[in-house]
Nanobody, 123 residues
Framework: VQLQASGGGLVQAGGSLRLSCAAS?????RAWFRQAPGKEREFVAA????????VYADSVKGRFTISADAAKTTVILQMDQLKPEDTAVYYC????????????????????WGQGTQVTVSS
């Protein structure tokens, strides 16, 4: 599975950005993780495309929205009310197709990764 991420950039605090991740296959669970300098990769949001079940990290609940297109190949992360602490390289990921809800936030559930896209939020 190939994943192509796009949409990062520089924005002021309080602004919005929209990340997109196009996959070479449909279905399964798809997620966004992020990694700031000197920190471990952390979960942001995930969606199970067959029923559109979503899971969010507490730090982004109410500000970020993950969605999938009708073909279930492209996943969008709409990021609103951005904060400087959201600054990181964002990575999209896809699982092997059988991830249960409780495992959707685990980095170990995802086998395929896209290239990172930088998001920088200035204060």
């Amino acid at each position: 599975v190939q994943l192509q991420a796009s949409g990062g950039g520089l924005v002021q605090a309080g602004g919005s950005l929209r990340l997109s991740c196009a996959a070479s296959r449909s279905g399964g669970a798809r997620a966004w993780f992020r990694q700031a300098p000197g920190k471990e990769r952390e979960f942001v949001a995930a969606i199970r495309t067959r029923d559109r079940l979503t899971v969010y990290a507490d730090s982004v609940k109410g500000r970020f929205t993950i969605s999938a297109d009708a073909a279930k190949t492209t996943v969008i992360l709409q990021m609103d009310q951005l904060k400087p602490e959201d600054t990181a390289v964002y990575y999209c990921a896809a699982d092997g197709g059988r991830t249960i809800m409780s495992a959707m936030s685990s980095v170990n559930s995802y086998y395929y990764w896209g290239q990172g896209t930088q998001v920088t939020v200035s204060s």
